[in-house]
């Protein structure tokens, strides 16, 4: 069962909107055993659409569009459609009642440019759109399926959810489904060629079904073992179990969970706190502890000390030591991870300071320098990276060693 | 002149790895001139490849591959391009002394998986990659030209303006561009089709080679006019100028910058620091806030307050307050603002409090409820949000808002 996926919008080809959806629903179709086969971004361009389903149906089962579904005029992927199923618009009477429902406490809305949203392709089946004024449209052309959603984010996971994949699952493909299987373990502190050189007995004996891939991020190398279709979950798990036993020098985590997630799963298990004091990561580590639901639980609380003065202050750092070692150093990081400590009153603090750039490197220490350290019960540790020359790539490797460190410091507790 | 994008990697297919490149890419391929007319991801499959090396050629003039160039197995890029193109691997001394020179620290990463990487398609231009193991290629067919580059974000980046879009401008291609003309504005407080009955005449006027189109994203709408190939720029600003007559009322800005550089440069023009005191953004507003170099001229700190103990001991509101009038309130979100603004002495200050949920809604505060002060020279202003049900597009909008209630107030001083 393969899937393609055309993603409609002039915004994606001028980079005014980078298109998240399409990693989301290739994560979706997965776990339900259906293959993503290609992605595809065209213009909002009558010709340019017709021709990417064309192409589509020539490759896949099942075509899904995003995108063009506005009520505006550069919106026409809803004409398109019409015209490529030859079919024309009707009024949907359960579209329009709930387009009035929606926006019953908006009425400036209900204006005839929304009014053609209840207007619909006659052959196409209508599934509700529960948080948008777009209904969800599924077209049949011989044994294959094209389903249309909007491209806003949101309504587009909703839609997926709990109309476009239940519909999948429960149409004429629910019986052919083959079982793709993943399976994804994260290691740090080996470069990728020793890690494959390391690997490389493993990968000569691997069956042709099976398949290796290393996907490296910012210090982390996730390695992804994929079958197809040919593979039970007990074989794929033998062989994972293997690939664990050969890498577990270097092993962080044996799922493909994001480290913040598997750092709060176990900061909760020991019912243990957090905080922290940023200096160079600016709040970004802050905003990956509390970025999903149930944070609450483990993470308490940050002081972003951009500015020295917040360093001085509210982290108690001594103006003196700043002068001495120089705000990125051992010494004040020490002091920021314990303050913060201190003043939120967790178990744990961690403490940022580095030289994100474009400018304030120095011969000793370079763009790129950060220092951490991590107060914990039974003292604190301190360590000084060096994590790159751009801006957003050295404040997120610095997250991550942050959480990784934590990780080490919770697993040898 | 045309460009296509092709990305390789499988870990796009299953929704691993999200696409930022094309994004990045669109952008300065327009910004050249270059009309970026179709992205598609394949997999790491070497039919698929040439598939869709064939299709991009029939529509382009111009190809772009990202990805594929590690020195582990399942990187077969370079294979299928020299397969492509009927050429073999050369040894290239040239990229062999780069790669020593960049890991001459690391002599570990210097290991024979390394060493293929100096191995090049004999009939390719090889341009250096400044950042990187892997060489750039540049190859030719006919008129056309395919240049392939590492998928790694940043060394894409240095790449393309350093490398590839230099080549290509000083190319064959160099007296054949049109001028790809784009002007954006940015409003707030009005629909999307109420916004499009206001420009209906506008729209109705408008030369055929001209396009308006609509982008809405966490409550402020963009408004893009493109010309590809028309109009000079005189006659795009006119209409550009007409636009902004038109959309007065609801208009925060007359460029594509981010809402956080168009805020920081303001406060930077005024002298003027800021800090902020967040609840449910969570450290995000402070992370928008110094995402971009230059930032600590303007913003000095922030006090995440996750938990409530940290509202009342770090901010001072009192606990008495918390019990009365709840922790997403008008009171306590005037008194983290005020707050924040003294413990940091900033000119100003920023508070937000709301239920980011899934969980913590009621009748009366349901998820999605954000409470936001904003504490200036002049007074404390406050105003109550509602902005939807999902986690990350609450805590997206309460930034954008939060942003929004600052170019106001610093507008109007």
Redesign the interface.
């Known amino acids: 069962m393969r899937a393609e996926i055309i993603t409609i919008g002039?915004?994606?080809?001028?980079?005014?909107?980078?298109?998240?959806n399409?990693?989301?629903?290739?994560?979706?179709?997965?776990e339900c055993g259906i293959e993503?086969?290609?992605?595809?971004?065209?213009?909002?361009n009558r010709e340019?659409i017709i021709a990417?389903l064309d192409?589509a149906f020539g490759r896949a089962d099942i075509v899904l569009t995003t995108g063009g579904l506005?009520?505006?005029?550069?919106?026409i992927t809803k004409h398109v459609l019409c015209e490529y199923f030859g079919t024309h618009l009707i009024e949907d009477m359960r579209v329009r009642a709930h387009i009035h429902e929606l926006y019953k406490e908006?009425p400036?809305?209900l204006?005839?440019?929304?009014a053609t949203q209840w207007l619909v392709p006659e052959c196409a089946e209508i599934l509700p759109n529960r948080?948008g004024s777009a209904p969800l449209m599924i077209f049949h052309k011989g044994e294959k399926l094209l389903a249309s959603m909007p491209g806003?984010p949101?309504e587009m996971?909703i839609a997926m959810d709990e109309q476009i994949l239940p519909y999948i699952q429960q149409s004429v493909f629910s019986n052919q489904q083959s079982v793709i299987l993943?399976r994804?373990l994260q290691v740090t502190g080996i470069?990728?060629?020793?890690?494959?050189?390391l690997l490389e007995d493993y990968?000569n004996e691997m069956p042709s079904d099976l398949?290796?891939?290393?996907?490296?991020?910012d210090g982390i190398i996730?390695l992804?073992l994929?079958s197809y279709g040919g593979m039970t979950e007990k074989e794929i798990d033998a062989w994972f179990g293997r690939l664990k036993e050969l890498t577990k020098d270097y092993l962080i985590a044996d799922t493909?969970e994001p480290l913040e997630v598997i750092v709060g799963k176990l900061l909760k298990e020991k019912g243990a706190t957090i905080a922290?004091a940023?200096s160079c990561t600016?709040?970004?580590?802050?905003?990956l502890?509390?970025?999903?639901?149930g944070?609450?639980a483990f993470?308490?609380?940050?002081?972003?000390?951009?500015?020295n003065?917040?360093k001085e202050?509210?982290l108690n750092v001594p103006a003196e030591m700043i002068k001495t070692h120089g705000v990125v150093s051992e010494e004040v990081v020490r002091i920021m991870a314990e303050s913060v400590r201190k003043?939120?009153?967790t178990d744990f603090g961690i403490a940022t300071s580095g030289i994100a750039?474009?400018?304030g490197g120095s011969e000793e220490k370079p763009v790129g320098t950060v220092w951490m350290a991590w107060a914990t019960p039974k003292g604190t540790y301190a360590e000084c990276f060096h994590l790159?020359?751009?801006?957003?790539?050295i404040t997120d490797r610095a997250c991550m060693k942050a959480l990784i460190g934590l990780l080490k410091i919770l697993k040898n507790e």
């Not at 506005?70 to 919106?75: C, E, I």
């Open positions: 002039d915004e994606l080809l001028i980079g005014q909107v980078v298109d998240t399409s990693a989301w629903m290739a994560e979706r179709l997965n993503l086969f290609q992605v595809t971004s065209v213009h909002d340019h990417a192409e506005g009520p505006t005029k550069d919106d908006r400036d809305v204006n005839r440019l929304t948080v806003v949101y996971k993943h994804t470069p990728e060629s020793s890690l494959a050189i990968e398949h290796l891939a290393y996907l490296p991020k996730r992804r994929s493909d922290t940023e600016g709040g970004k580590l802050a905003s502890l509390n970025k999903h639901a944070s609450s993470y308490w609380g940050s002081v972003v000390s951009y500015d003065s917040v202050q509210v003043l939120i009153g750039g474009p400018s790159g020359k751009l801006r957003e790539q």
